[in-house]
């Protein structure tokens, strides 16, 4: 087996339902760009393999919660579509896939 590590940057616009609520639902849509790097290959059948970064659409939903003063909770999920090319053995085998991952996030925040 092989490894390989991506870095997904996604910028998204959200639109908060009740953003002046203790309870605040929000969607969102934008865009990925995803970086593939520290690959290595799985062995000596296959010696190389690069993957091709590329920029897919992203959907997102989420809700955040007011804990009390400026904090806040937030729970979201994101789809992202993402496609990339796998060169194998410097060329000799290209695959396309639709790796397409889910999301999901769990974080605290403060709002100034």
């Given at each position: 087996?092989?490894?390989?590590?991506?870095?997904?940057p996604?910028?998204?616009?959200?639109?908060?339902?009740?953003?002046?609520?203790r309870?605040?639902?929000?969607?969102?849509?934008?865009?990925?760009?995803s970086?593939?790097?520290?690959?290595?290959?799985?062995?000596?059948?296959?010696?190389?393999?690069?993957?091709?970064?590329?920029v897919?659409?992203?959907?997102?939903?989420?809700?955040?919660?007011?804990?009390g003063g400026?904090?806040?909770?937030?729970?979201?999920?994101?789809?992202?579509?993402?496609?990339?090319?796998?060169?194998?053995?410097?060329?000799v085998?290209?695959?396309?896939?639709?790796?397409?991952?889910?999301?999901?996030?769990?974080?605290?925040?403060?709002?100034?």
């Amino acid at each position: 087996m092989g490894s390989v590590l991506v870095l997904p940057p996604t910028l998204t616009l959200q639109y908060h339902f009740f953003p002046q609520e203790r309870f605040s639902p929000y969607i969102g849509a934008g865009i990925n760009a995803s970086v593939f790097y520290s690959v290595h290959a799985a062995g000596s059948v296959v010696n190389q393999v690069a993957f091709s970064n590329n920029v897919g659409a992203a959907i997102q939903a989420g809700v955040d919660y007011n804990i009390g003063g400026h904090w806040f909770a937030n729970l979201d999920v994101k789809q992202i579509f993402l496609n990339t090319t796998a060169s194998i053995n410097h060329g000799v085998i290209k695959a396309s896939t639709a790796l397409n991952p889910l999301v999901v996030g769990v974080g605290i925040g403060y709002r100034f």
